[in-house]
């Protein structure tokens, strides 16, 4: 059975910081893409971030949090993580882990997907 578990959302103030973590299992690890979209009540979803299984470094950044946000994962512990800086309100938004065996950050072309974590920042 696949799972995908998110957590480390919450509330903060404009400028803070939270740090997501999305541990999955039921999966093999290598060699699987995954990803943070997140979707903003009256909008699209949109993807904020995504990595490779073999990549030190993202495959994507959303021009919106480039520089403020940094993923990372732990192959180790089949952990995939987002760290959010300098948090805006319009960062307000469920936050998904997504994941799946390709090479894209498409978020149509991912399968498996966790169930959410609200991130709400106030002004």
């Known amino acids: 059975q696949v799972q995908l578990v998110e957590s480390g959302g919450g509330s903060v103030q404009a400028g803070g910081s939270l740090r997501l973590s999305c541990t999955a299992s039921g999966l093999i690890f290598a060699p699987l893409t995954m990803g943070w979209f997140r979707q903003a009540p009256g909008k699209e979803r949109e993807g904020v971030s995504c990595?490779?299984?073999?990549?030190?470094?993202?495959?994507y950044y959303a021009d919106s949090v480039k520089g403020r946000f940094t993923i990372s994962r732990d192959n180790r512990k089949n952990t995939l993580y987002l760290q959010m800086n300098s948090l805006k309100p319009e960062d307000t938004a469920m936050y998904y882990c997504?994941?799946?065996?390709?090479?894209?950050?498409?978020?149509?072309?991912?399968?498996?997907w966790g169930q959410g974590t609200q991130v709400t920042v106030s002004s």
């Open positions: 990595m490779y299984w073999n990549s030190d470094s993202a495959a």
């Open positions: 997504a994941a799946d065996y390709r090479r894209d950050c498409y978020a149509e072309n991912f399968r498996y």
